[in-house]
């Protein structure tokens, strides 16, 4: 059996750890953070539990390289923000340990300057030969969207002779009672997010948009979502589909990442942009610098703790467009699950789940042997079956819509 790391253990990092302990693949499961009280309480409720909690700084890569080597790891699960992506690549690298995460910084074109550059090719560039050379996998993006979505486009591109575009699509109609405003992820990234330049792949080139501007369109979703308004938003998946050669070469000439979202939030996060209090980078108030966006986040209900109030549902999808023996084919491969039915399954809400569940598989089937690849790399370089096959076993419901045309 292997040993693994969880760095990182709100919600997301709390649900990979409920996965890893269910896992016969996995010996001690080590749940590290700055502030452990959630990794404390996770170890405390699960029956016989592997867990150790030990207090990690994943900004320490010297320290983090000795500790992964001390206790053997074979694989660690960074669920921190992307700002510590680097460090603890850095420290797998030099220790010996497969590496998931589930997000990258936001994605930036050669030539557009940006204060940090741990967006996802920026990793790739860094660290994927020093990976391949200890036959190690530093799988990056690997939560729901990006990760599992980028799956779901590679397995619909397999079974198609060429392609045209492909649309990674995330509804919601979450209802979150008793505040009045409240999100069931990270606020901060949610910001950052939807006040960022919206970079896609259009006509085979990257190209931008304005915030809450570009590429506006309605979708009708499966029920009961219907038709909602969807907007195009920074993200890593809506860049690396569309710039992946497998699929440039079979034809893909557009990707796109879009979110739907309601007025309230529209608004909101424009306000947000307009004070340019949707930053990481510090500012001094009053002598002490902080993060704009921490500040405006900071009163808000931490995303872990809103499972019980949240009703609705959510759907996060990959549409790809593209042609087989002959016929035009419309692929629509997705999960949808009730905001209500997951926690009274989990514990958790939806949206920590739908995030959680795709690295704790990937980290067992890469361990397991049945994830060969190796280097860092996006989701949809792998081999997706494993995954495909296990996602539905595992808690992540997926469903696949095929549409073509019909010809006598």
Same mark, same amino acid.
């Given at each position: 059996?292997? %040993?693994?790391?969880?760095?990182?253990?709100?919600?997301?990092?709390?649900?990979?750890?409920?996965?890893?302990?269910?896992? *016969?693949?996995?010996?001690?499961?080590?749940?590290?953070?700055?502030?452990?009280?959630?990794?404390?309480?996770?170890?405390?409720?699960?029956?016989?539990?592997?867990?150790?909690?030990?207090?990690?700084?994943?900004?320490?890569?010297?320290? /983090?390289?000795?500790?992964?080597?001390?206790?053997?790891?074979?694989?660690?699960?960074?669920?921190?923000?992307?700002?510590?992506?680097?460090?603890?690549? $850095?420290?797998?690298?030099?220790?010996?340990?497969?590496?998931?995460?589930?997000?990258?910084?936001?994605?930036?074109?050669?030539?557009?300057?940006?204060?940090?550059?741990?967006?996802?090719?920026?990793?790739?560039?860094?660290?994927?030969?020093?990976?391949?050379?200890?036959?190690?996998?530093?799988?990056?993006?690997?939560?729901?969207?990006?990760?599992?979505? %980028?799956?779901?486009?590679?397995?619909?591109? $397999?079974?198609?002779?060429?392609?045209?575009?492909?649309?990674?699509?995330? *509804?919601? %109609?979450?209802?979150?009672?008793?505040?009045?405003?409240?999100?069931?992820?990270?606020?901060?990234? /949610?910001?950052?997010? /939807?006040?960022?330049? =919206?970079?896609?792949?259009?006509?085979?080139?990257?190209?931008?948009?304005?915030?809450?501007?570009?590429?506006?369109?309605?979708?009708?979703?499966?029920? =009961?979502?219907?038709?909602?308004?969807?907007?195009?938003?920074?993200?890593?998946?809506?860049?690396?589909?569309?710039?992946?050669?497998?699929?440039?070469?079979?034809?893909?000439?557009?990707?796109?990442?879009?979110?739907?979202?309601?007025?309230?939030?529209?608004?909101?996060?424009?306000?947000?942009?307009?004070?340019?209090?949707?930053?990481?980078?510090?500012?001094?108030?009053?002598?002490?610098?902080?993060?704009?966006?921490?500040?405006?986040?900071?009163?808000?209900?931490?995303?872990?703790?809103?499972?019980?109030? *949240?009703?609705?549902?959510?759907?996060?999808?990959?549409?790809?467009?593209?042609?087989?023996?002959?016929?035009?084919?419309?692929?629509?491969?997705?999960?949808? $699950?009730?905001?209500?039915?997951?926690?009274?399954?989990?514990?958790?809400?939806?949206?920590?789940?739908?995030?959680?569940?795709?690295?704790?598989?990937?980290?067992?089937?890469?361990?397991?042997?049945?994830?060969?690849?190796?280097?860092?790399?996006?989701?949809?370089?792998?081999?997706?079956?494993?995954?495909?096959? %296990?996602?539905?076993?595992?808690?992540?419901?997926?469903?696949?819509?095929?549409?073509?045309?019909?010809?006598?």
């Amino acid at each position: 059996m292997a %040993n693994a790391l969880i760095i990182g253990t709100g919600g997301v990092g709390s649900v990979v750890g409920q996965k890893l302990h269910g896992y *016969a693949a996995f010996d001690r499961i080590f749940l590290g953070d700055v502030d452990t009280t959630y990794a404390q309480r996770l170890h405390e409720r699960t029956k016989k539990s592997r867990f150790e909690v030990v207090p990690i700084n994943a900004m320490d890569s010297a320290g /983090l390289a000795s500790f992964l080597q001390e206790k053997k790891i074979a694989v660690t699960l960074n669920a921190a923000t992307w700002q510590v992506n680097h460090s603890v690549l $850095d420290a797998c690298a030099q220790a010996g340990s497969h590496y998931l995460d589930m997000a990258a910084d936001i994605y930036s074109p050669p030539g557009v300057k940006r204060p940090a550059k741990n967006s996802y090719e920026a990793e790739i560039e860094k660290f994927d030969v020093r990976f391949r050379e200890k036959n190690l996998l530093g799988l990056l993006c690997m939560g729901c969207d990006p990760g599992a979505v %980028n799956v779901f486009a590679r397995w619909a591109m $397999d079974r198609l002779d060429t392609a045209e575009s492909i649309r990674v699509l995330d *509804a919601d %109609n979450a209802d979150v009672k008793g505040y009045r405003f409240a999100v069931l992820f990270s606020p901060e990234t /949610l910001f950052e997010e /939807l006040g960022a330049v =919206p970079y896609f792949i259009k006509d085979a080139r990257v190209v931008s948009g304005k915030p809450l501007e570009t590429e506006m369109e309605w979708h009708r979703f499966p029920p =009961p979502l219907g038709l909602m308004k969807t907007y195009a938003v920074a993200h890593e998946e809506g860049v690396s589909l569309g710039l992946y050669k497998p699929f440039v070469d079979k034809g893909v000439r557009y990707s796109v990442f879009k979110y739907t979202l309601s007025d309230k939030v529209v608004q909101l996060a424009k306000s947000l942009a307009l004070l340019e209090l949707d930053s990481w980078k510090k500012v001094k108030v009053d002598g002490v610098e902080v993060s704009p966006v921490r500040v405006a986040c900071a009163n808000l209900p931490k995303p872990a703790t809103l499972g019980a109030t *949240a009703d609705g549902y959510s759907c996060v999808g990959t549409e790809v467009l593209g042609m087989k023996d002959g016929k035009r084919v419309e692929y629509f491969i997705y999960t949808m $699950d009730s905001h209500h039915e997951t926690y009274e399954r989990y514990g958790y809400s939806l949206t920590v789940v739908q995030t959680g569940i795709p690295p704790a598989l990937a980290a067992r089937l890469i361990v397991e042997g049945a994830i060969p690849e190796r280097g860092v790399m996006m989701p949809e370089a792998l081999a997706p079956d494993a995954l495909m096959d %296990n996602f539905s076993k595992e808690g992540l419901k997926i469903f696949v819509e095929k549409r073509e045309v019909f010809e006598k």
